[in-house]
């Protein structure tokens, strides 16, 4: 059979190639035309400023605390004189003007993915412009989900011409994959090394009220808070960020006031700080000022994470937030600090704790706590949600994820990174037991996310903001010309901790880009080993076995074609389900796929072979619902199909159907149609003269003609029900890869130790897809790649 395909497809194409066109056709026919663009919505003024409050616990907790560490890590051995302060003063302000308020509030927060924020979701932005996923499971009939925004371009312009060079080299994909890979894992980073550098900071505001107090002791006050922080995780963010806002309100309000007291009490001279001639003084001081650039950096860490965490509030509350309480309260404090610092120059270490009057020490220290753990909170949430969005794009091994909040579907939760960001945390602050230290390495996470942020914004300004080209290239240069300058001092301190960052993100890196070439490898091997149709047509309705009562869910990675191991299993097994549905769950690059147009349904083959294709389509954000639920929605769009197909055969001369539940709500998306507003169908069916087995117990047996399977669709649906009611079985494929002889010794490396590996720990497809252990039939093959 296969020599016969073969020479029909160097004889144009035969018959048996049109017939399998024909029987299994990609589900573009069946698409809808739905095209509803995102608008951001609009808030009333009361529910935007709550809002902005309520942002202040989730996004600035870690931008808040930033006053704890900034200046003692600047100054690490001491002052030299009070021009040294105004000028780091002064680089303090321009840093917090231009790279937070000016790129991220008001620039890069405009780069949200349908309100989603963060690398993955810069990226996935580019996979809808731009065809550069390097899993090909995309297919047009996913441009037409309400969530698929996406722009089309003239031939000659400079935005096609990118999209094309682009998409016309397998490298360049790769590089961009790993560019966002790499910024991604520095993130996992941050949110290794943010609890442990700003709880550390809080807690040893204790050595100022008892300076004979070990340094010891601070260490193991951090670990305690730290296990505590870690282990409240599973209550979820909902539940444990409920008074979250008030906190980081009192700490934005404490710190802008005691900064405003510190500039009239100690130094208003440091004011002259906020001409930028103090810059370029600072940096004439020599090679001492540009190594300080390290801890200045310091000041607009969390930066990041505002963006990442957009994805729980409107760009327009961040924005509010930010220009009106966390901007105008963190230059009050950096300022007057500064005044502090330059009358006492031996308090750097704790500047913040020393410039405190003593009657509100202690009450400033618990506050500041609170406020740290706030941050650590911020970035922890940002983790798991890089993570969740790492994994739906196949790039990170499967890990239980945990809905946490019925009213927020971006809160969740996973134990498996929980633990091992505590373990890690534990093993910074407990290893360095300095905060220096583990401000370099700090330090060097946030610059290297900030320059990956930079480096795909200039796609996505191309493509899919389409600016001039003028206006990329001034964006593009003024955040180079402040970020590779702190990038340049951050390098430097590689030695002094900065490496920890970057063996994080190398170890992250290597283990999220062999599971996404493992995954791949997987893809490309099922597409190219698909059964074809003309084998499934020669065996004949019964398919070569006994059919049995019963559905049976066979689930595949594929969204066309029959899955190569569904050979395997109908020849080592005596007997299949009367009815057999191909489930294939993907995530596409959006953020979330609307329930209604979430599954895609198709025939394949003739009506009697009752053998159907469902694909089930998740975005990053959307979670795999427990499997009663989805059991029951697939079924659902199963039987309406059915009967949308009844209406095509007969009314063939209308084009156009709309149809509603007896509710009057529209009907679930079939066959990629939004079936509450006008659809567009096409359907070709090739039926012959077959007896079938019903699936009752009694063997009765039903003659069919050509052209009627069924005497009424009732009939169908009545078989499917029956099927449905005999049982369901979820058929899931362990398909086992390995590295040919012949391949080199990094494949073999990577393919058969490393993706092996990680298959072996990960959680199961079973686990995944909450599959019940009495209704799961696994079947496993090896091949080689």
């Not at 079973?766 to 091949?783: K, R, T």
Request: with cysteine.
């Amino acid at each position: 059979m296969e020599s016969n395909s073969s020479t029909n497809e160097h004889t144009g194409r035969g018959t048996m190639w049109e017939l399998e066109r024909n029987l299994d056709q990609p589900m573009d026919a069946e698409a809808g035309r739905l095209r509803n663009m995102y608008r951001e919505k609009t808030y009333p003024t009361l529910v935007l400023l709550q809002l902005a409050f309520q942002s202040l616990g989730v996004v600035f907790g870690d931008l808040g605390t930033s006053p704890l560490y900034v200046f003692f890590n600047i100054f690490p051995r001491g002052i030299e004189d009070t021009e040294q302060v105004i000028g780091a003063l002064s680089l303090i302000i321009y840093s917090l003007t231009l790279i937070p308020l000016v790129k991220y509030v008001f620039i890069v927060l405009r780069a949200n993915d349908n309100g989603q924020g963060g690398t993955f979701a810069l990226y996935s932005l580019l996979c809808r412009h731009a065809k550069i996923n390097t899993i090909p499971n995309q297919h047009r009939t996913d441009e037409d989900l309400t969530t698929y925004s996406r722009h089309t371009y003239d031939e000659k312009s400079l935005a096609a011409k990118i999209k094309g060079w682009l998409e016309g080299n397998e490298i360049r994909k790769n590089v961009i994959l790993i560019l966002v890979l790499f910024g991604t894992c520095m993130a996992v980073g941050d949110g290794i090394l943010t609890p442990a550098i700003s709880v550390l900071s809080a807690t040893g505001g204790i050595q100022v009220e008892e300076p004979k107090m070990r340094n010891d002791v601070v260490v193991i006050v951090s670990v305690v808070i730290l296990i505590g922080l870690f282990s409240m995780q599973h209550f979820g963010t909902d539940k444990v960020s409920w008074l979250f806002a008030p906190i980081v309100l009192v700490w934005f309000i404490l710190i802008g006031i005691l900064g405003a007291v510190n500039i009239y009490k100690y130094d208003r001279s440091v004011l002259k700080a906020f001409n930028p001639i103090y810059v370029y003084r600072y940096f004439k001081r020599g090679k001492t000022s540009w190594a300080s650039l390290g801890g200045i950096m310091l000041s607009i860490t969390g930066t990041e994470a505002l963006f990442a965490d957009l994805s729980y509030f409107p760009v327009q509350a961040i924005q509010i937030a930010f220009t009106v309480v966390v901007f105008p309260c963190l230059l009050l404090q950096y300022t007057g600090q500064a005044a502090y610092i330059s009358q006492n120059t031996d308090h750097v270490s704790h500047a913040f704790y020393y410039s405190l009057p003593d009657s509100v020490l202690w009450p400033s220290f618990v506050v500041a706590t609170a406020a740290a753990i706030v941050a650590s909170q911020a970035t922890i949430s940002m983790t798991y949600s890089i993570i969740k969005q790492a994994l739906a794009l196949g790039c990170f091994p499967r890990v239980k994820i945990i809905h946490t909040s019925k009213k927020y579907r971006g809160q969740i939760y996973s134990p498996d990174i929980n633990w091992i960001l505590l373990i890690f945390c534990i093993a910074v602050t407990a290893g360095f037991k300095n905060q220096s230290q583990i401000a370099n390495a700090y330090g060097t996470a946030v610059i290297m996310v900030m320059l990956v942020t930079t480096f795909l914004m200039v796609p996505i300004m191309l493509l899919v903001w389409r600016s001039h080209w003028s206006l990329v290239i001034l964006f593009t240069t003024l955040s180079l010309v402040i970020e590779i300058p702190y990038f340049s001092a951050v390098v430097r301190k590689i030695d002094q901790g900065g490496w920890v960052p970057l063996v994080f993100a190398v170890a992250f890196l290597i283990i999220m880009y062999v599971w996404h070439y493992g995954t791949l490898k997987r893809y490309e091997f099922e597409m190219h080993s698909k059964v074809s149709m003309a084998w499934i047509l020669g065996l004949g309705p019964s398919l070569g076995l006994v059919r049995v009562p019963g559905v049976g869910l066979v689930y595949t990675e594929l969204a066309s074609g029959v899955p190569h191991i569904f050979s395997h299993f109908i020849t080592n097994l005596p007997a299949i389900h009367s009815t057999l549905v191909f489930v294939c769950v993907k995530y596409l690059p959006v953020y979330t796929v609307p329930p209604d147009e979430r599954f895609l349904v198709k025939r394949i083959g003739p009506k009697n072979f009752h053998m159907f294709r469902c694909v089930a389509r998740y975005g990053y954000k959307d979670i795999h619902k427990k499997d009663d639920d989805f059991e029951q929605m697939l079924f659902n769009s199963l039987m309406l199909f059915v009967r949308l197909e009844s209406m095509m055969e007969e009314y063939t001369d209308s084009d156009e159907y709309s149809t509603r539940d007896q509710a009057g709500n529209a009907n679930p998306r079939i066959n990629g149609i939004n079936t509450s507003s006008n659809m567009e169908l096409s359907y070709t069916s090739h039926d012959s003269i077959i007896q079938v087995q019903s699936p009752n117990h009694t063997g009765n047996s039903q003659l069919m003609s050509s052209g009627q399977t069924y005497q009424t669709v009732g009939d169908e649906v009545a078989f499917l029900n029956a099927c449905r009611e005999a049982g369901v079985v979820h058929i899931l494929g362990n398909t086992i890869i390995r590295a040919r002889r012949d391949s080199g010794f990094l494949k073999k490396i990577a393919i058969n130790y490393m993706y092996a590996f990680l298959r072996k720990i990960c959680r199961e497809n079973s686990a995944i897809f909450n599959v019940p252990h009495e209704s799961l039939l696994n079947v496993g093959q090896v091949f080689y790649v």
